[in-house]
Every structure is written in structure tokens, then in C-alpha cells.
């Protein structure tokens, strides 16, 4: 009865940690784009 136990909270806690990742990156993928580079250096 404890492996069950202590395996429901296992899973509770790594299903808590997913998501909070999930919602991390979900964040940087909109700030994250890459900035534009140097195109067609015009200053001479």
C-alpha cells in the first residue's frame, strides 16, 4: 500500500513539474524569437 502511495505522489509532483515547464516554455517560444540579423550592411 505505501509503493502505491508514495508512486501517486511521485507522479503528482513530476505531472506538477511538466506543467510547470510546459507553461515556461510555452512563455519563451513568444519572446524567444530570434532577433533579426545584420542584412545587407549598407553603411559605407
Not at 17 to 28: E, T, V
Request: a positive charge.
Amino acid at each position: 500500500m505505501d509503493d502505491t502511495h508514495q508512486f501517486v505522489e511521485k507522479l503528482q509532483d513530476t505531472q506538477q513539474k511538466d506543467k510547470r515547464n510546459k507553461a515556461r516554455l510555452a512563455g519563451s517560444e513568444k519572446h524567444g524569437q530570434k532577433l533579426p540579423g545584420k542584412q545587407h550592411s549598407t553603411n559605407k
